[in-house]
């Protein structure tokens, strides 16, 4: 084996190769051969100074921002297992198993053992958004609808609450999705209805409420109820969301305003 | 469960940028094109999310990239030497004789000049330098990345080393000339 074959064979020199006997000799050669150990030490060093001279820029943070909004743009857009929700569809049968997984769901729920946000993490963040008054738009419902569609890809409009107010819409991020927030107020009490999209179809476990698996038959609501922080917390999801209404409210107050968001939800 | 596009994005983002910048040597190019590759890796990596991740973007940025460019009439990748032409194995790093210890000002100084003449490598040069060295990718996949047999990855790898180890010495000498006739 002469330099130039030492030389292909252990080139480059700053990889980890498998051995076999064409590499054997080939190190074999190198060691005892001054020129092939300098080419080889020179081409480490070379390699080196590569990576440590690399031209590295930060990305932009509007390049952060467009490429999170085409995202969502694309999730909510593309094609994929969505079928969208219809009370009556469902056999009795269905129902009946519905009824189960309901209230499964309620008994598992604060269990919060699912990846999933969290009651716990819908109540915190929407504690940080009480303390940091983090406004980011008006709470003018065709704004907002356009808001959620730019930031999210979901034109979600914000459903008409009696006896309370929009006040405004907001980004959260909910373990490290992105979401939509709109506030709702009356007088001092106020609450916070929480839609986050889902990298991908959840799939059906003990401590969720699906709300495509209720019969119209069924009398339970469709959603989970409770609290965490001090704080009411109703949660619901869909195969592509995850939603929660989360107020300073008592229980009895967020049952009755859940089925307004479900039923608005159910059109996205 | 497994972190969302969204946020593997979030975390390499910069690299990529980088990478984006360095393939196109124009920021807004590289912002349309990390824009570009990101949709269609979202896609890739919405049907198998058990790929890597990381080399699914890369694969996504780099063909993106060699689309675009060939749409401008450019192939990055147009043969580099002529068939059954051998490069020979013997330059790499003679343009720094003797070379600097690291952590000397003499390789500060290398390392500096090597920083800067990247923009003068070729276009398919920079990308698999980019591929092999910074990404540390073996051949066979720069070369499935690139669309380039295994053997001709490694040999382009190994051209834009010395091509990037000239240009830089090159630069070293004239500089020093400079200063010499200063």
């Known amino acids: ?268 | 469960m497994g972190q969302t596009f969204e946020e593997l994005i979030g975390l390499h983002l910069d690299d990529l940028y980088s990478a984006a910048l360095c393939f196109t040597q124009d920021a807004r190019r590289a912002e349309e094109l990390l824009q570009q590759a990101s949709i269609r890796a979202f896609h890739e990596y919405r049907r198998a999310r058990d790929q890597d991740f990381r080399r699914t973007m890369l694969g996504a940025l780099v063909s993106t990239y060699l689309q675009s460019e060939r749409r401008l009439g450019r192939d990055p990748l147009a043969p580099a030497t002529a068939p059954g032409e051998e490069i020979l194995y013997a330059t790499a790093g003679r343009e720094f004789e003797p070379f600097p210890d690291p952590g000397t000002p003499g390789y500060r100084l290398l390392r500096n000049w090597i920083g800067r003449v990247w923009s003068l490598l070729d276009d398919g040069d920079r990308l698999i330098l980019w591929l092999a060295d910074v990404e540390r990718l073996r051949h066979g996949i720069v070369g499935e990345m690139v669309g380039v047999p295994e053997e001709e990855a490694r040999d382009r790898h190994y051209r834009a080393r010395l091509m990037l180890s000239q240009a830089a010495g090159r630069a070293l000498s004239e500089r020093t000339a400079g200063g010499a006739e200063a």
């Open chain 1, 1 to 268: 084996m002469d330099c130039t074959e030492v030389k292909r064979v252990l080139w480059p020199a700053d990889v980890l190769r498998v051995s076999d006997s064409e590499l054997e000799a080939a190190l074999e050669h190198a060691e005892d051969c001054p020129d092939c150990g300098h080419f080889l030490e020179a081409d480490r060093r070379l390699a080196r100074l590569i990576r440590e001279s690399v031209p590295r820029e930060p990305a932009p943070a509007e390049l952060r921002e467009r490429l999170y909004t085409a995202l969502a743009r694309e999730r909510a857009g593309s094609p994929g297992p969505r079928r969208r929700f219809r009370f009556g569809r469902w056999p009795t049968v269905a129902g009946a198993l519905a009824v189960g997984t309901v209230v499964g769901a309620a008994i598992y729920w604060w269990g919060g053992q699912g990846a999933m946000p969290s009651a716990t993490a819908f109540a915190e963040d929407y504690l940080r958004r009480v303390v940091e008054q983090e406004a980011l738009v008006s709470g003018d419902p065709q704004e907002v609808s356009a808001f959620f569609a730019r930031e999210l890809g979901v034109a979600l409009p914000p459903p008409v609450v009696p006896g309370y107010e929009l006040q405004r819409a907001t980004i959260c991020l909910m373990n490290g999705r992105r979401g939509g927030v709109v506030e709702y107020a009356a007088g001092d009490r106020s609450f916070s209805y929480y839609l986050v999209p889902q990298d991908r179809p959840v799939t059906r476990r003990g401590n969720r409420v699906d709300v495509r698996m209720v019969d119209d038959s069924v009398t339970d609501p469709p959603f989970a109820l409770g609290r965490a922080r001090g704080l009411g917390v109703a949660t619901w999801w869909d195969e592509e969301h995850r939603h929660a209404l989360v107020g300073d409210l008592p229980v009895a107050e967020l049952e009755r305003l859940a089925p307004l968001f479900i039923d608005a939800t159910l059109r996205l």
